[in-house]
Nanobody, 125 residues
């Protein structure tokens, strides 16, 4: 069955960096568009970044542009999110998501079929 397992979250000071990983199994990773979303306490889940199946087309939320980088390694069936210059407002549970598509990348949560369990990122000021 499809499984997405996030890792790499933790506690970091403002200005620091973290790299999240999402290990995918149970499906053909290279045929799926992938995305990262986050949800802070009391807030709705929001789009962070997304990658088309090839990794050549990517998109970012304005709030993370030039700080976060999404990438994927098809040999390892793994999606990554490199987060630099972290801010306290980046504190949230981060989720990866997958949808079967070779058409592009997607920004809405309802466009994804599969989700991981999430990993907590906490940025202290």
């Amino acid at each position: 069955q499809v499984q997405l397992v996030e890792s790499g979250g933790g506690l970091v000071q403002a200005g620091g960096s973290l790299r999240l990983s999402c290990a995918a199994s149970g499906f053909t990773f290279s045929s799926y568009a992938m995305g990262w979303f986050r949800q802070a306490p009391g807030k709705e889940r929001e789009f962070v970044a997304a990658s088309a199946w090839s990794g050549l087309s990517t998109g970012y939320a304005d709030s993370v542009k030039r700080r976060f980088t999404i990438s994927r390694d098809s040999a390892k069936n793994t999606l990554y999110l490199q987060m630099n210059n972290l801010k306290p407002e980046d504190t949230a549970v981060y989720y990866c998501a997958a949808v079967l598509s070779r058409a592009g990348y997607y920004r809405r949560a309802d466009q994804y079929d599969y989700w991981g369990q999430g990993t907590q990122v906490t940025v202290s000021s």
